[in-house]
């Protein structure tokens, strides 16, 4: 059985790792998501979540970051170790569920994981 819990590591915290995330990762598109990755070299893969005020008030907002931090703590396999994901959510914004989430993120996170090879040196995703 793997391991399922959302550790302290596993979560981008500070600013800096933010913005370092968007200013030198690379960035992919879905319908409602904007991913970056930006491979760190080492260590457990690491999630952070970007809502804007946009999308809604602060139930709907927490909501989807529930959704989001579920979806990688259920689908870890999909996520390259030492990488840094900073996953944005646009303003269209309209999944309500769990399975919304996974059928969106997964083919997603899929090609990134394939276009990249994985070496420790994934310079691409």
Do not use: W
Request: charged share 30%.
């Amino acid at each position: 059985m793997k391991k399922q819990g959302f550790s302290q590591q596993e979560r981008i915290l500070k600013r800096r790792d933010f913005l370092a995330c968007f200013a030198r990762g690379r960035k992919k598109y879905s319908a409602h998501f904007i991913i970056f990755c930006l491979d760190r070299g080492s260590g457990p893969s690491r999630i952070g979540v970007t809502v804007s005020k946009k999308v809604g008030n602060a139930v709907k907002r927490n909501r989807i970051k529930r959704l989001l931090r579920e979806f990688y703590r259920l689908h870890k396999d999909l996520f390259l170790p030492g990488m840094d994901y900073s996953v944005v959510v646009k303003k269209n914004y309209s999944l309500v569920s769990l399975d919304d989430v996974v059928r969106e993120l997964s083919p997603l996170l899929l090609r990134m994981k394939k276009s990249g090879n994985l070496t420790k040196n994934v310079s691409t995703c």
